[in-house]
């Protein structure tokens, strides 16, 4: 592990937006917008360039770490709370005033097997994890180096 590196885990729902759509974007590379809680932004505040992701596909069947990406630009205003054609419009942010944040992230690797949530569930050395803590519907959320580590050997990654 990278001294200084944090880990995160951050959620899409397939239909919307899976780890293969981030594997065919141009550069392999997208914003991760459209965040609307603060505790997430605040997250998505601290990510450094560098710093790794869990791809977490939410509301599938059934829902998994599928992969991972890589923090490739950090908090920046999120254009969608702008945007009154936007889903994520917020009309009281203003461009001077921006309440709302997103990041840039890279594709790194899909795994060749999901790891679901209930295998994540049984591993007691991810008791901890935030998203197995019940309540935890935060889309973006830390994850210890100790966490990544025991997830990277089950998904048999590197």
């Known amino acids: 592990m990278v001294q200084g590196r944090r880990y995160w885990l951050m959620k899409s729902e397939p239909r919307v937006f899976s780890i293969e759509d981030l594997a065919r974007s141009s550069k392999q590379t997208t914003c991760w917008d459209g965040v609307r809680n603060y505790q997430a932004r605040n997250f998505m505040r601290e990510m ?26 950090t908090a920046y205003p999120d254009q969608t709370q702008f945007d009154k054609a936007s889903h994520h419009y917020d009309p ?32 007691p050395k991810l008791k901890g994890m935030v998203l197995l803590r019940k309540g935890s519907r935060l889309s973006v959320q830390p994850v210890t180096e100790a966490e990544w580590a025991v997830v990277l050997k089950l998904a048999g990654a590197k």
């Not at 710093?51 to 490739?72: K, L, R």
């Not at 009281?92 to 209930?118: E, G, H, N």
């Open 92 to 123: 009281a942010c203003t461009p001077s005033a921006p309440r709302w944040d997103m990041v840039d992230i890279r594709y790194r690797q899909t795994f060749k097997a999901s790891l679901s949530l209930d295998r994540l569930r049984e591993e």
């Open 48 to 73: 450094a360039v560098g710093d790794q992701v869990f791809f977490y596909h939410s509301n599938a069947e059934p829902p998994a770490v599928v992969g991972i990406a890589e923090v490739v630009r």
